[in-house]
Protein backbone atom coordinates (compact mmCIF):
# COMPACT_ATOMS: atom_id res chain seq x y z
CA UNK A 1 0.00 0.00 0.00
CA UNK A 2 1.59 3.40 -1.16
CA UNK A 3 2.47 5.49 2.00
CA UNK A 4 -0.22 8.19 1.86
CA UNK A 5 -2.94 5.46 1.73
CA UNK A 6 -1.18 4.36 5.23
CA UNK A 7 -0.88 7.93 6.58
CA UNK A 8 -4.74 8.76 5.53
CA UNK A 9 -5.50 5.01 6.97
CA UNK A 10 -3.83 5.72 10.32
CA UNK A 11 -5.36 9.61 10.72
CA UNK A 12 -8.71 8.20 9.94
CA UNK A 13 -8.06 5.05 12.90
CA UNK A 14 -8.54 2.67 9.95
CA UNK A 15 -6.65 -0.21 11.48
CA UNK A 16 -3.11 -0.98 9.62
CA UNK A 17 -1.05 -4.00 10.21
CA UNK A 18 2.46 -5.51 9.53
CA UNK A 19 3.82 -9.29 8.53
CA UNK A 20 7.09 -10.56 8.29
CA UNK A 21 8.19 -11.87 4.99
CA UNK A 22 8.00 -15.85 4.02
CA UNK A 23 10.71 -18.01 4.26
CA UNK A 24 10.18 -18.03 0.31
CA UNK A 25 11.28 -14.75 -0.45
CA UNK A 26 14.66 -15.08 1.69
CA UNK A 27 14.94 -18.73 -0.26
CA UNK A 28 14.17 -16.99 -3.45
CA UNK A 29 16.57 -13.78 -3.11
CA UNK A 30 19.42 -16.72 -1.37
CA UNK A 31 19.24 -18.53 -4.53
CA UNK A 32 19.75 -15.79 -6.73
CA UNK A 33 22.92 -15.01 -5.05
CA UNK A 34 24.42 -18.44 -5.23
CA UNK A 35 23.19 -18.72 -8.65
CA UNK A 36 25.23 -15.86 -9.77
CA UNK A 37 28.31 -17.45 -8.01
CA UNK A 38 28.60 -15.56 -4.75
CA UNK A 39 30.83 -18.29 -2.16
CA UNK A 40 28.85 -17.07 0.85
CA UNK A 41 25.91 -14.37 2.41
CA UNK A 42 25.80 -12.52 5.06
CA UNK A 43 22.14 -11.24 5.77
CA UNK A 44 21.62 -8.54 8.04
CA UNK A 45 18.20 -8.22 9.82
CA UNK A 46 16.35 -5.69 11.71
CA UNK A 47 15.73 -6.67 15.46
CA UNK A 48 14.60 -10.16 16.21
CA UNK A 49 12.36 -8.44 19.69
CA UNK A 50 11.07 -6.15 17.29
CA UNK A 51 9.98 -8.41 13.98
CA UNK A 52 10.17 -12.04 13.51
CA UNK A 53 11.74 -11.43 10.13
CA UNK A 54 14.68 -13.15 11.14
CA UNK A 55 13.13 -16.41 11.24
CA UNK A 56 11.98 -16.56 7.79
CA UNK A 57 15.28 -15.65 7.05
CA UNK A 58 17.27 -18.70 8.89
CA UNK A 59 14.49 -21.05 7.85
CA UNK A 60 15.41 -19.75 4.07
CA UNK A 61 18.98 -20.24 5.19
CA UNK A 62 18.71 -24.03 5.97
CA UNK A 63 17.26 -24.76 2.56
CA UNK A 64 20.34 -22.86 0.50
CA UNK A 65 23.67 -24.99 -0.45
CA UNK A 66 25.20 -21.62 -0.22
CA UNK A 67 26.57 -20.81 3.10
CA UNK A 68 24.20 -18.20 4.45
CA UNK A 69 25.47 -15.89 7.50
CA UNK A 70 21.98 -14.89 9.45
CA UNK A 71 23.23 -11.87 11.58
CA UNK A 72 20.67 -10.02 14.52
CA UNK A 73 21.47 -6.44 14.20
CA UNK A 74 19.40 -5.50 17.77
CA UNK A 75 18.44 -2.23 15.72
CA UNK A 76 16.59 -0.71 13.33
CA UNK A 77 15.87 1.71 10.42
CA UNK A 78 19.32 3.63 9.48
CA UNK A 79 21.11 2.37 12.13
CA UNK A 80 20.61 -1.09 10.34
CA UNK A 81 21.57 0.76 7.31
CA UNK A 82 24.92 1.88 8.35
CA UNK A 83 25.49 -1.38 9.44
CA UNK A 84 24.78 -2.55 6.01
CA UNK A 85 27.11 0.15 4.45
CA UNK A 86 29.57 -0.88 6.85
CA UNK A 87 29.38 -4.75 6.07
CA UNK A 88 29.85 -3.77 2.29
CA UNK A 89 32.88 -1.83 2.35
CA UNK A 90 34.76 -4.76 4.34
CA UNK A 91 33.48 -6.87 1.77
CA UNK A 92 34.41 -4.42 -1.42
CA UNK A 93 38.12 -4.36 0.95
CA UNK A 94 38.53 -7.87 0.26
CA UNK A 95 37.58 -9.05 3.91
CA UNK A 96 36.63 -12.75 4.65
CA UNK A 97 33.00 -13.62 6.09
CA UNK A 98 34.34 -13.05 9.55
CA UNK A 99 35.59 -9.67 9.17
CA UNK A 100 32.13 -8.45 6.92
CA UNK A 101 29.95 -9.61 9.64
CA UNK A 102 32.44 -8.10 12.54
CA UNK A 103 32.15 -4.71 10.33
CA UNK A 104 28.55 -4.98 10.63
CA UNK A 105 28.40 -5.86 14.37
CA UNK A 106 30.63 -3.02 15.38
CA UNK A 107 28.79 -0.62 13.70
CA UNK A 108 25.59 -1.82 15.14
CA UNK A 109 26.97 -1.52 18.62
CA UNK A 110 28.43 2.35 18.09
CA UNK A 111 25.51 3.62 16.46
CA UNK A 112 23.09 5.61 18.45
CA UNK A 113 19.48 5.55 17.50
CA UNK A 114 17.10 8.13 18.50
CA UNK A 115 13.70 8.87 18.23
CA UNK A 116 10.89 11.50 18.27
CA UNK A 117 6.82 10.35 18.39
CA UNK A 118 4.11 12.69 18.57
CA UNK A 119 2.36 9.17 20.26
CA UNK A 120 3.15 6.29 21.79
CA UNK A 121 0.23 4.78 20.50
CA UNK A 122 0.99 3.34 17.37
CA UNK A 123 3.99 1.57 19.26
CA UNK A 124 1.64 0.61 21.95
CA UNK A 125 -0.75 -1.02 19.23
CA UNK A 126 2.11 -2.68 16.87
CA UNK A 127 3.43 -4.36 20.38
CA UNK A 128 6.54 -2.68 19.36
CA UNK A 129 6.56 -0.60 22.57
CA UNK A 130 9.40 -1.96 24.92
CA UNK A 131 10.58 -0.24 28.16
CA UNK A 132 8.74 2.46 26.39
CA UNK A 133 5.58 1.31 27.87
CA UNK A 134 6.36 3.01 31.23
CA UNK A 135 5.94 6.08 29.79
CA UNK A 136 2.35 5.05 28.35
CA UNK A 137 -0.49 7.57 30.13
CA UNK A 138 1.42 10.36 30.07
CA UNK A 139 -0.47 13.85 29.54
CA UNK A 140 -0.85 14.67 25.46
CA UNK A 141 0.77 17.49 25.32
CA UNK A 142 3.84 15.49 26.86
CA UNK A 143 6.52 14.36 23.92
CA UNK A 144 8.28 11.45 24.23
CA UNK A 145 12.21 10.77 23.21
CA UNK A 146 13.09 6.92 22.70
CA UNK A 147 16.43 5.19 22.12
CA UNK A 148 16.53 1.57 20.86
CA UNK A 149 18.61 -0.39 23.49
CA UNK A 150 19.26 -4.23 23.74
CA UNK A 151 17.07 -4.84 20.59
CA UNK A 152 14.21 -3.07 21.89
CA UNK A 153 12.72 0.42 21.99
CA UNK A 154 13.20 2.18 25.07
CA UNK A 155 12.49 5.65 26.94
CA UNK A 156 15.28 7.99 26.68
CA UNK A 157 13.47 11.35 27.94
CA UNK A 158 10.40 13.30 27.96
CA UNK A 159 9.43 16.86 27.10
CA UNK A 160 6.37 19.49 27.36
CA UNK A 161 5.62 20.38 24.02
CA UNK A 162 7.10 19.24 20.24
CA UNK A 163 9.72 21.79 19.89
CA UNK A 164 11.39 20.99 23.35
CA UNK A 165 11.44 17.37 22.54
CA UNK A 166 12.70 17.75 19.09
CA UNK A 167 15.69 20.41 20.45
CA UNK A 168 16.71 17.60 22.94
CA UNK A 169 17.00 15.42 20.00
CA UNK A 170 19.45 17.22 18.53
CA UNK A 171 21.40 18.13 22.04
CA UNK A 172 21.99 14.15 22.08
CA UNK A 173 23.19 13.98 18.31
CA UNK A 174 25.63 16.41 19.09
CA UNK A 175 27.06 15.22 21.90
CA UNK A 176 27.14 11.33 20.84
CA UNK A 177 28.83 12.56 17.68
CA UNK A 178 31.10 14.62 19.40
CA UNK A 179 34.08 15.40 17.44
CA UNK A 180 34.85 11.76 16.12
CA UNK A 181 34.35 11.15 12.36
CA UNK A 182 30.51 9.95 11.92
CA UNK A 183 27.45 9.14 9.40
CA UNK A 184 24.33 10.52 10.19
CA UNK A 185 21.02 9.95 9.04
CA UNK A 186 17.53 11.42 9.37
CA UNK A 187 14.62 9.49 8.85
CA UNK A 188 10.83 10.92 9.27
CA UNK A 189 7.54 9.33 8.52
CA UNK A 190 4.63 11.76 6.86
CA UNK A 191 7.29 14.94 8.51
CA UNK A 192 9.39 16.08 5.38
CA UNK A 193 9.24 19.66 6.56
CA UNK A 194 10.23 18.91 9.93
CA UNK A 195 13.24 16.52 8.92
CA UNK A 196 14.74 18.90 6.48
CA UNK A 197 14.77 21.53 9.06
CA UNK A 198 16.34 18.75 11.89
CA UNK A 199 18.67 18.23 9.43
CA UNK A 200 19.65 21.58 8.37
CA UNK A 201 20.32 21.84 12.56
CA UNK A 202 22.45 19.13 12.69
CA UNK A 203 24.86 19.89 9.57
CA UNK A 204 25.50 23.23 11.35
CA UNK A 205 26.42 21.80 15.02
CA UNK A 206 27.98 18.38 13.38
CA UNK A 207 30.88 19.70 11.14
CA UNK A 208 32.74 16.30 11.20
CA UNK A 209 29.95 14.32 9.37
CA UNK A 210 31.30 12.57 6.72
CA UNK A 211 28.00 11.90 5.45
CA UNK A 212 24.55 12.73 6.19
CA UNK A 213 20.79 11.49 5.01
CA UNK A 214 17.78 12.72 5.02
CA UNK A 215 14.87 10.19 4.43
CA UNK A 216 11.39 8.69 4.83
CA UNK A 217 11.64 6.11 6.99
CA UNK A 218 9.71 2.77 5.26
CA UNK A 219 5.79 2.33 5.71
CA UNK A 220 6.69 -0.66 7.29
CA UNK A 221 8.67 1.04 10.77
CA UNK A 222 6.03 3.80 9.80
CA UNK A 223 3.15 1.86 10.73
CA UNK A 224 4.44 1.56 14.10
CA UNK A 225 6.05 4.88 14.59
CA UNK A 226 3.21 7.03 13.46
CA UNK A 227 2.79 9.95 11.21
CA UNK A 228 5.12 13.08 12.43
CA UNK A 229 8.04 10.68 13.76
CA UNK A 230 11.65 11.47 13.13
CA UNK A 231 14.47 9.43 13.76
CA UNK A 232 18.00 10.42 14.03
CA UNK A 233 20.94 7.94 13.46
CA UNK A 234 24.45 8.87 14.79
CA UNK A 235 27.00 5.80 13.68
CA UNK A 236 30.78 6.34 14.71
CA UNK A 237 33.36 5.16 12.13
CA UNK A 238 35.28 2.20 12.42
CA UNK A 239 38.19 4.18 13.38
CA UNK A 240 36.73 5.15 16.75
CA UNK A 241 36.30 2.21 18.91
CA UNK A 242 35.20 4.06 22.09
CA UNK A 243 31.50 5.63 21.52
CA UNK A 244 29.97 7.81 24.10
CA UNK A 245 26.64 6.46 25.23
CA UNK A 246 23.62 8.35 26.03
Not at 164 to 187: C, M, S, T, W, Y
Not at 191 to 197: L, S, T
Request: proline share 6%; glycine share 6%.
Amino acid sequence: MPTEQVVGAMYHDIPVTTAPPKPETFFWAYQDLAYRGHEAIVSLHISSRMSETIKAARQAAQQVRTPVYVVDSLTTAMSLGWAVVAAAEAAEAGGDVAAVIGAAQQRCRDTIQLLYVDTLEYLRRGGRIGAARALLGTALSIKPLLTVEEGEVAPLDQFRGAERAVKKLVEFAVKNAGKRPVDIAVEHFAAPEQAEALLHRLRKKIPNAREFVATQTSTIIGIHVGPGALGVSVSPLATDRTPSRI
